[in-house]
């Protein structure tokens, strides 16, 4: 077993130098402060999917010492956190390292002893991960299975006593009585030892795994054999999963999956491969084109919706949590591209950004410029748009200026695109820019983008200030006693930084004889935007053709709660900005509408969101060109690998599913499965459900995988939500997302979908 498990991790690295290291486990400093630096000793485990580290704490659980190597979003050389920044400037940067993990835990700060073992721990570490996502799911499933094997065999021979395989069972999170585990046991060990070795682990292996219910799809399109002709995969396509370009996809996809040589060879599939395709990404709910940038950008940028983030550099609530770069990082690695900047003067004459009146820290507004740049364009080339709250002087309003125009240099937009006054230009023509949004100053020539008068140097302008808004009694008493102006002076230098963006407060719907200058935007709290769309829905989508529109959540979520975006985008807005570090179900629909158009943070609107002659109103669906209606056809047939919800050993899952349909007043649906008791390692549903969905272009459909409890809150599971457009049709796997929005390894639904038109 322990052989086996390792060959499974790290065959292909099996020589590698890096590796040998990593396995053998080296001193490192760990830094958590300028007084703390301790050495500690890491380790690669053998499964070469864990690390262990020490710990000199008392009475810490061994699974406490172990993380993850999917648990690494990111491995950064030298100075690379605030904490590296602080705490080990006196240390040289080719030694340093930082571990920055998935969720919301801390980042580990690192020091090697040498440059070498820097280079050993961060080559080696990109290796892995590189591994590990490179991964098939089948791979990942025997990996999976043979770590808990190993778990199970506790006296580590090697062998699987009954009383072990009983332990396993509940480690893959499944119960099974002493009879059925006993005839388990009987069926494998035909060697009558009481132990299972060897190949008898193998045959418990495959009857552990096996899918009866693609066996059953597959046995309809195979022949004697057990081979699926291509000219049967051919019609499996067509037929079934509704792939138009079935006759060049076969070919291709028995090349890609099929691990049996003479299959191969007879261009034929067999039951492995088939079941390697349907885990496959072709195989995947979501449409793979859909990965890729499809739509067209190269309209103005009033008419796509803009993947955006609320008080980004805040990293828990809006009171007293901790303010860091890292969240930047995180929103514009998660898509975001609309980060918030609160800024204020700070000490040394450099501006600072934190929530004003509150306990939240504060960070240089220098080393936030430096994280966007860093790290605006990784994820998408398109613009970002950094959404400025100043409240600075006219001094440090200069400083933030000339930090923007040194630091971002020629990223910074700072004059029109190809002199285009008339409207926004295109994400397309806007690649690779930052655009400023905020106040500026008055003008006596029009046109976006131009220097206005050139002899003010600074004027008073209208302060926004979306901080006093917050409803909290300490808040209240800090505004009370500075005494708040409604105006703000605006400094020259600043106010040239805004091309595009320019804030401006919202005095009702324009006035077509006189209207607004369309670089002109406004943002509003979430009550305010919503009883917009409650009451004047068809004006507010007009409005949003031409302007931008920025939402916020209301004062009163001062826990960073978030409200749903889907009432917004429903008429429109695009700026519609989340907290990107609260999870739930308003934060998976969010990622689940960007996930479309490449995870690029810019999805287009519909063509009636986007039309001059419009007349769309989403409270009051009338006959237009919005689409056809549709009906969904929804079979949730089974899960696979639902993790753990509850780290105690016999605790196993009872899973239900519900299907949640978000879109239109009237498309909103929620249905749900029965619960299947004791079983998340294979759960059966086989349950159909329909819904009717009138505007298919603004739905979104989210499943929810929960472990339900009949004496309180069920505990969640795990989701995936997509739009209704990128839905594939057939039998499909649907790869679940933990509470942060980051993959599980191994845990999928198996689903069929049939979509028709309705008549």
Known sequence: MEANGTFLACNRLKDDKDLKFLLKGSQLLKVKSGSWRKERFYKLQEDCKTIWQESKKMLRSPESQIFSIEDIRD??????????????????????????????????????????????????????????????QKEKLQHWIHTCLRKADKNKDNKMSLKELKNFLKEVNIEVDDYHARKIFQHCDKSKTEALEDDEIEEFYKILTERKEIDKIFQKYSDAEGFMSCQNLVRFLYETQQE?????????????????????????????????????????????????????????????????????????????????????????????RCVELDCWDGPNSEPVIYHGYTLTSKILFSDVIKAIKNYAFKTSPYPVIISLENHCSVDQQKVMAQHMTTILQDMLLVAPVDGNKSQFPSPEQLKGKILVKGKKLSRHEDPAGTNGNNNLEAED????????????????????????SDTLKLAKELSDTVVYCKSVHFNGFEDPSHPRAFY????????????????????????????????????????????????????????????????????????????????SGYVLKPEFLRDEQTKFNPKSITEGAWGTKKKLLLKIISGQQLPKVNKSKNSIVDPKVTIEIHGVQQDNNKKQTKVI?????????????????????????RFVVEDF??????????????????????????????????????????????????D
């Open 709 to 758: 409890d009949m004496s309180t809150k069920n505990d969640f599971i795990g989701q995936y939500t997509l739009p209704f457009t990128s839905l594939k049709q057939g039998y499909r796997h649907i790869h679940l997302l933990t509470k942060n929005g980051d993959p599980y390894s191994s845990s999928t639904l198996f689903v069929y979908i049939s979509i028709e038109d309705c």
């Open 520 to 599: 002109e935007m406004s943002s509003f709290t979430e009550s305010k935007a919503l009883k917009l769309a409650q009451e004047s829905a068809t004006s507010f989508i007009h409005h949003n053709i031409r302007h931008l529109s920025r939402i916020y959540p209301a004062g009163w979520r001062t826990d960073s709660s978030n409200y749903n975006p889907i009432d917004l985008w429903n008429v429109g807005c695009q700026i519609v900005a989340l907290n990107f570090q609260t999870a739930g179900t308003e934060m998976d629909v969010y990622q689940g509408r960007f996930q479309d158009n490449g995870f």
């Open 244 to 336: 138009e370009d079935a006759v060049v996809a076969a070919p291709a996809l028995i090349q890609r999956y099929e691990p049996n040589e003479r299959a191969k060879r007879g261009n034929a599939m067999t039951k492995d491969g088939f079941l390697m395709y349907l885990l496959s990404d072709d195989g995947n709910i979501f449409n793979s084109s859909h990965r890729k940038v499809y739509q067209d950008m190269t309209q103005p940028l009033s008419h796509y919706l803009v993947s955006s983030s609320h008080n980004t550099y805040l990293m828990e609530d809006q009171l007293t949590g901790p303010s860091s770069t890292e969240a930047y990082i995180r929103a514009l690695t998660k898509g975001c």
């Open 461 to 484: 302008v209208s302060d926004e200030d979306e901080a006093a808004e917050m409803e909290d009694e300490s808040v209240k008493t800090e505004i009370q006693q500075k005494g708040k």
């Open 75 to 136: 491995v950064r050389a030298g100075h690379k956190t605030e904490g590296m920044e602080k705490y080990a400037k006196d240390v040289p940067e080719y030694r340093c390292f930082s571990i920055i993990f998935k969720d919301q835990r801390k980042n580990l700060d690192l020091i090697a002893s040498s440059e070498d073992d820097a280079n050993h721990w961060i080559s080696g570490l990109a290796k892995i991960i590189a591994h590990s996502n490179s991964m098939n």
């Open 677 to 701: 008791e004791n079983n998340g390692f294979n759960p059966k549903w086989d349950e159909e459900f329909t819904f009717d969905i009138e505007i298919p272009a603004l739905a979104l459909v």
